[in-house]
């Protein structure tokens, strides 16, 4: 009977060890440590508690490593044997991220799964597995153990070894995983595998219609009706709480923004609303989205077609307009015929006139006395380049003058002229003091306008307390090159490139005391000594002097920018001066 007995358990030991051995897929049981060491049937593979692992060390882990820590080689075979801790155990390789359910809408879960490498195995008694949120310093950590009296082959590299869930993860964030082979070896790395991951969007998890801040507007739908565009778009799910929305239009030069509040007791899925007040032809960008913080927006484009009529009308009074273009033609070009006539009567009778170049400036010099020589200004070698700087606090009459000039000195003075009102991307891109420090450096010339607005704004810089600066970009640029002017003195360096210039609605006193050593120009009336400064061309001779075309005198007056550059000239000095 007793026989019997042992025989049927031998049996019954034998069946379970081959159910083992054809086992693939492993997940982790409740059992102790002292189960593990012992071998005991059951804990083949062993989730390990803080709890044990504190009571074989001898001290806590909690705060180590997520309350997990690197078991060293002796912690499982002993002090009896030290060579036999210099093994090498390579990295579990496989790893894999796996999504299971998760109750909480807010939050992520996972399990990780992994293969033990073949390299190394026979030494392998268990894995540890570190969860880290990238950015951050939370850290969750698993240990799992292999009972001791169990040796794998190069056969159980098939095995799939899973963790327990790593639950409370925030949605759309990255993390890292690390599976670490144990024992740790002593000489040896390469032992753990790390993997990056990111956990699902809340779309993803658990669909947009339950997301409010991933929510947007998926099906939009756009129709002209005469001259209004009719936008209809589908509305957030109640259960978001989304009662209002907005839509943004840009296009022409021109930006429009709505508000838009449906009204649910009519439809609670769709929303209707008119983008009125568009150009007829132009191309528009818009937007829609939940009018809440970061929302999710949809963009769709508009463009504003002409209707039947107004095509009809068109064509009807085609006739009529072709027949009065082709009159108007006729007529320019019997006025043009005889303008070209007069001026070349007129051009014979006045002095040849030659082009400013810096090896024969010598022939701008006639040798009779009352002789004047005119400079007509071409674009046969490379023009100087020139900064212009100013202050707006002077009102927008003030930057409209100084636009005139610019527009005066690049068309009608042979010069390149950078403007901050002309370069506003380059501006967006590198701020303000940036695009001005290296407008400074690659321009052969900088010009400050001078203004009573800057003055005034210096001094009450200078009353105001340190502890409250207010950013001023014009202040600032105005000491960038105070202090490129003092450099240059102190070094014996050329101070042509700066110069400083006011119109005739300011003073002398206007103009800041560290610029005082640059020249100085009242405008319009030095408009040829600048032109001087510029292209480094004497206008005086013994015996002669030089007249530029469109500059000198008061020929500025007869060309359009010239006179533009006068009318805001006098429109600034109204309402500046009273």
Not at 13 to 38: E, I, Y
Not at 181 to 207: G, I, M, Q
Not at 260 to 275: E, G, M
Not at 555 to 564: C, F, N, R, T
Request: charged content about 20%; aromatic content about 10%; hydrophobic content about 40%.
């Amino acid at each position: 009977m007793y026989s019997a007995r042992l025989a049927l358990a031998s049996l019954l030991v034998s069946m379970f060890v081959g159910a083992q051995g054809a086992k693939t897929s492993f997940r982790p049981r409740n059992c102790t440590l002292q189960c593990v060491r012992q071998g005991t049937p059951g804990c083949e593979y062993c989730r390990i508690s803080k709890e044990d692992v504190q009571s074989t060390l001898g001290f806590t882990s909690a705060g180590l490593f997520g309350g997990c820590m690197p078991w060293p080689c002796q912690s499982f075979l002993g002090q009896q044997q030290p060579e036999i801790c210099q093994h090498y155990i390579h990295a579990p390789q496989n790893v894999t991220i796996k999504f299971v359910d998760d109750p909480d809408s807010k939050y992520d879960t996972v399990v990780v799964s992994w293969s033990p490498s073949q390299y190394g195995v026979a030494f392998l008694r268990g894995f540890q597995v570190t969860l880290q949120a990238l950015g951050g310093t939370q850290i969750s950590c698993q240990l799992f153990l292999i009972q001791n009296n169990l040796s794998l082959s190069a056969a159980h590299v098939h095995r799939v070894y899973y963790s327990d869930s790593f639950s409370h993860l925030s949605l759309g964030a990255q993390y890292a995983v690390t599976v670490m082979a144990l024992p740790v070896p002593e000489l040896w790395d390469k032992f753990y595998h790390s993997k990056l991951f990111f956990t699902r969007t809340c779309p993803e998890k658990n669909r947009l219609e339950h997301c409010k801040k991933d929510w947007y507007p998926r099906h939009v739908e756009v129709h002209q009706d005469s001259q209004d565009i009719v936008v209809t778009f589908n509305l957030a799910p109640e259960n978001l709480g989304i009662i209002r929305y907005f839509s943004a239009c840009f296009g022409g030069g021109s930006r429009s923004y709505e508000i838009i509040h449906p009204d649910f007791s009519v439809n609670s899925t769709h929303h209707t609303y008119r983008l009125l007040n568009l150009h007829t032809g132009t191309n528009y960008t818009c937007e829609i989205a939940a009018d809440i913080v970061d929302a999710v927006r949809k963009t769709f484009f508009v463009q504003v077609h002409y209707n039947l009529e107004e095509y009809s009308a068109l064509h009807k009074e085609a006739p009529s307009l072709a027949l009065t273009l082709s009159v108007g033609v006729l007529l320019t070009a019997s006025l043009a015929a005889i303008f070209v006539i007069l001026c070349q009567k007129r051009l014979r009778k006045k002095k040849t006139k030659t082009e400013i170049r810096p090896d024969s400036i010598e022939e701008y010099y006639d040798k009779h006395l009352e002789e004047q020589q005119c400079v007509v200004l071409t674009n046969s070698t490379r023009p100087p380049e020139v900064l212009i700087c100013y202050s707006s606090n002077d009102g927008p009459a003030h930057v409209r003058v100084v636009l005139k000039l610019a527009t005066f000195l690049q068309k009608h003075m042979a010069t390149q002229v950078h403007l901050d009102l002309w370069d506003t991307l380059n501006i967006m891109e590198e701020g303000d003091l940036g695009w001005y420090c290296r407008k400074i450096k690659e321009s052969d010339f900088v010009m400050v306008i001078c203004s009573r607005g800057l003055n005034q704004k210096q001094q009450n810089q200078r009353k105001e307390d340190e502890d409250d600066p207010a950013e001023n970009t014009s202040l600032a640029i105005i000491a960038i090159i105070g202090e490129e002017m003092c450099r240059a003195k102190a070094l014996g360096q050329d101070l042509s490139k700066y110069m400083t210039a006011i119109f005739e609605y300011s003073n002398q006193a206007d103009i800041p005391p560290m610029l005082n050593l640059a020249s100085n120009y009242m405008l319009p009336e030095d408009l040829p000594l600048l032109f001087s400064h510029l292209h480094a061309v004497a206008l005086q001779k013994p015996g002669a002097y030089m007249r530029v075309e469109n500059v000198s005198e008061n020929e500025y007056l007869k060309v359009p920018a010239g006179v533009a550059l006068c009318l805001a000239i006098q429109e600034a000095k109204i309402l500046i001066t009273g």
